[in-house]
C-alpha cells in the first residue's frame, strides 16, 4: 500500500505542475493578443507603445519566474520526505491566491489610486465599468471602489454596475457618491498608460467637466471583502 501511495503521489503531482505551465503559457498568449489587437493602441502616443512593450517583457520575464518556481516545487514534492511539507506550502499559497482572486482576502502590493470627480454630469455606470476593464486588461490583481459616503465594495468577477438616484452608482448592491476612488493592485506604469490613452476613461471623464487623479502608491492596500454565495449549479467537471 505504501509503494502504491508513493508511486500516485508524484504523478498527481506532476499533473497539477504541468496544468499549471501551459495555464501560465495560455495566458501569456492571450495578454500578448489582446494587447495588440486592440485598436485603440493605434492611436496611442509613440512613448505609450514603447512602455507597454516594456511593461509586456517584464510580465513575460514574471511568467519565465513563475514557471522556474513550479518546476522547483515539482523537484520538491517528487523528493520523498520533503515532499509532504512542500505539498501543504503549494496547497496554502494556491489558495492565497485563489482566495484574493475570488475577493475573500485582503491583499497588498504596488498599485494604483484612482480618483475620478464628477462634473456637470455624473459619472455614469457605463464609464466606471470602463475603467474596471481598462485597468483588468492592464493586468490589475485585486481591486475595490469606495465612495464618498465611505461605502466601499470589492470588485470581482460578479460584480455589477448601475447608474442609480442622484447621481450615485449602484455597485453590488451598494450604493456609492462621487467622488468614487478605486485602489488597484498591479504594474502602476502599464494601468496608468492604459487609462490614458486617447478615447479612454480619462478622456471620456474630462469630456464631461471632471477629473481622473492617479496616484502610485506601494502598498496599496484592499481590504473590502466579498461574500462568496453557495453555488445552485456549477459543480467540478
Request: aromatic share 2%.
Given at each position: ?36 489587437s ?84 455624473p ?94 502608491a ?20
Amino acid at each position: 500500500m505504501k509503494n502504491l501511495y508513493e508511486q500516485r503521489r508524484p504523478l498527481a503531482a506532476n499533473t497539477i505542475i504541468a496544468v499549471l505551465l501551459a495555464l501560465l503559457g495560455f495566458a501569456l498568449v492571450v495578454q500578448f493578443k489582446a494587447r495588440n489587437s486592440d485598436a485603440e493602441l493605434a492611436a496611442a502616443r509613440p512613448e505609450d507603445l514603447v512602455r507597454i512593450l516594456s511593461d509586456l517583457d517584464s510580465q513575460q520575464e514574471r511568467l519565465r519566474r513563475d514557471i522556474a518556481d513550479l518546476e522547483e516545487t515539482r523537484r520538491q514534492l517528487d523528493s520523498g520526505a520533503q515532499g509532504r511539507d512542500a505539498a501543504l506550502a503549494e496547497a496554502r499559497r494556491r489558495a492565497d491566491e485563489l482566495g484574493i482572486l475570488a475577493g475573500t482576502l485582503p491583499a497588498e502590493g504596488p498599485g494604483l489610486e484612482v480618483t475620478l470627480n464628477s462634473g456637470s454630469e455624473p459619472i455614469q455606470a457605463a464609464t466606471m465599468l470602463d475603467a474596471i476593464e481598462e485597468l483588468r486588461g492592464a493586468g490589475a490583481e485585486a481591486m475595490q471602489i469606495g465612495g464618498a459616503n465611505g461605502a466601499a465594495v470589492r470588485i470581482v468577477a460578479s460584480t455589477y454596475f448601475a447608474d442609480g438616484g442622484d447621481g450615485r452608482l449602484l455597485v453590488a448592491e451598494s450604493t456609492l457618491s462621487a467622488p468614487y476612488t478605486i485602489m488597484v493592485i498591479g504594474g502602476p506604469d502599464t494601468m496608468r498608460t492604459a487609462l490614458n490613452i486617447p478615447g479612454g476613461v480619462v478622456d471620456s471623464v474630462r469630456q464631461h467637466g471632471g477629473t481622473v487623479s492617479l496616484r502610485e502608491a506601494d502598498p496599496v492596500r484592499v481590504t473590502a471583502l466579498h461574500t462568496a454565495g453557495e453555488l445552485r449549479y456549477a459543480k467540478p467537471a
